[in-house]
T-cell receptor, first 112, second 111 residues
Framework: DVKVTQSSRYLVKRTGEKVFLECVQDMDHENMFWYRQDPGLGLRLIYFSYDVKMKEKGDIPEGYSVSREKKERFSLILESASTNQTSMYLC???????????FGPGTRLTVT | AQSVSQHNHHVILSEAASLELGCNYSYGGTVNLFWYVQYPGQHLQLLLKYFSGDPLVKGIKGFEAEFIKSKFSFNLRKPSVQWSDTAEYFCAVFNDYKLSFGAGTTVTVRA
C-alpha cells in the first residue's frame, strides 16, 4: 500500500516566518508534487520533481521553493510566509510510467 | 495551459438518486483522464482513470465515467448514490507531465 506522509496536519505561522513542509513517500516513486487546495479553485500545482535534485515550476510557484535531496523526500519552503499563503497543502507522488498520483493527508497552514 | 471545467459546484441528492458530474477539458491531443474523490476528513484518492481503449471506464464503489473525445468530456456517473458518497469530486487531466484539476464538485447525499 502506497504511503505518502506529510510532517504536520495543522500549522500556524506568523507573517514573515520561514516555513518548511515535508513530504515522504515509501514507494520509490520518481515523481513528487506539491499542490495547494483552495475552495472553488481545486488543486493548483506549485512545484514538481522528476528526480533527486531536479525541480520544475508548476502553475503558481511564486513565493515558494522546493528541495529534493533524497528520492523519498520532497520539501516545500515558504521563504517569507504571507497571509495569502494560508491554504491546504497537498503532496503527491507517482511512478513516471503510470501518471497516477498518490496523495498525502495534507497540511492545513494558517499564516497570521 | 490545460484547463479543466467542472460544471457543478455543489450537488445535493437523495439516496438512490442517480448522479452525473460533468467535466470538460481544453486540450485536443492525447490526454490521460482521472476522477479523484475526497471524503470528509480523508485524503484524495483515485476513483477511476482513462488512458486508452474502451471509453467507458469503471471505477471503485460503483462509479463509471465516459470519455467522449469529440466533446472533450469525461463525465462521472453513478446510477444510485448512497449517503457514504458524500464527498468532493475532482476531475483531472494529465498532459505535458502535469495533472490539471478542476475546481471540484461537492456532492451531498441526504439520507
Amino acid at each position: 500500500d502506497v504511503k505518502v506522509t506529510q510532517s504536520s496536519r495543522y500549522l500556524v505561522k506568523r507573517t514573515g516566518e520561514k516555513v518548511f513542509l515535508e513530504c515522504v513517500q515509501d514507494m520509490d516513486h520518481e515523481n513528487m508534487f506539491w499542490y495547494r487546495q483552495d475552495p472553488g479553485l481545486g488543486l493548483r500545482l506549485i512545484y514538481f520533481s522528476y528526480d533527486v535534485k531536479m525541480k520544475e515550476k508548476g502553475d503558481i510557484p511564486e513565493g515558494y521553493s522546493v528541495s529534493r535531496e533524497k528520492k523519498e523526500r520532497f520539501s516545500l519552503i515558504l521563504e517569507s510566509a504571507s497571509t495569502n499563503q494560508t491554504s491546504m497543502y497537498l503532496c503527491a507522488s507517482s511512478f513516471s510510467e503510470t501518471y497516477e498520483q498518490y496523495f498525502g493527508p495534507g497540511t492545513r497552514l494558517t499564516v497570521t | 495551459a490545460q484547463s479543466v471545467s467542472q460544471h457543478n459546484h455543489h450537488v445535493i441528492l437523495s439516496e438512490a438518486a442517480s448522479l452525473e458530474l460533468g467535466c470538460n477539458y481544453s486540450y485536443g491531443g492525447t490526454v490521460n483522464l482521472f476522477w479523484y474523490v475526497q471524503y470528509p476528513g480523508q485524503h484524495l484518492q483515485l476513483l477511476l482513470k482513462y488512458f486508452s481503449g474502451d471509453p467507458l471506464v469503471k471505477g471503485i464503489k460503483g462509479f463509471e465515467a465516459e470519455f467522449i473525445k469529440s466533446k472533450f468530456s469525461f463525465n462521472l456517473r453513478k446510477p444510485s448514490v448512497q449517503w457514504s458518497d458524500t464527498a468532493e469530486y475532482f476531475c483531472a487531466v494529465f498532459n505535458d507531465y502535469k495533472l490539471s484539476f478542476g475546481a471540484g464538485t461537492t456532492v451531498t447525499v441526504r439520507a
